[in-house]
């Protein structure tokens, strides 16, 4: 019974260790209507002058992909780097 309750637990922390951590990127947009990809959309911007446009992206290629999109939909007026 041991023997399994240990061969279940190392094959948990196994499969924990193997999946890939997951980033979390986000686009802001500021009150002046520049944008640009958040690290980390928990961690938010100072001050209360700016919306999430989106959330929860998996690269920050995506949020750059999303901010072109913006800029392209004149959502946002420039992008911030």
Same mark, same amino acid.
């Given at each position: 019974?041991?023997?399994?309750?240990?061969?279940?637990?190392?094959?948990?922390? &196994? =499969? +924990?260790? +193997?999946?890939?951590a %997951?980033?979390?990127?986000?686009?802001?947009?500021? /009150?002046? #209507?520049?944008? %640009?990809?958040? !690290?980390? #959309? /928990? +961690? !938010?911007?100072? &001050? /209360?002058?700016? /919306?999430? =446009?989106?959330?929860? =992206?998996?690269?920050?290629? !995506?949020?750059?992909?999303? &901010?072109?999109?913006?800029?392209? #939909? #004149?959502?946002? %007026?420039?992008?911030?780097?």
């Open positions: 019974m041991t023997r399994l309750a240990i061969a279940i637990g190392v094959l948990t922390i &196994g =499969l +924990a260790a +193997a999946v890939p %997951r980033a979390d990127f986000a686009v802001v947009r500021f /009150k002046d #209507h520049s944008c %640009r990809a958040w !690290a980390d #959309h /928990k +961690a !938010a911007p100072m &001050g /209360k002058h700016w /919306k999430y =446009l989106w959330v929860s =992206l998996p690269t920050w290629e !995506a949020a750059q992909g999303k &901010g072109a999109w913006a800029m392209k #939909h #004149h959502w946002c %007026r420039a992008w911030v780097k």
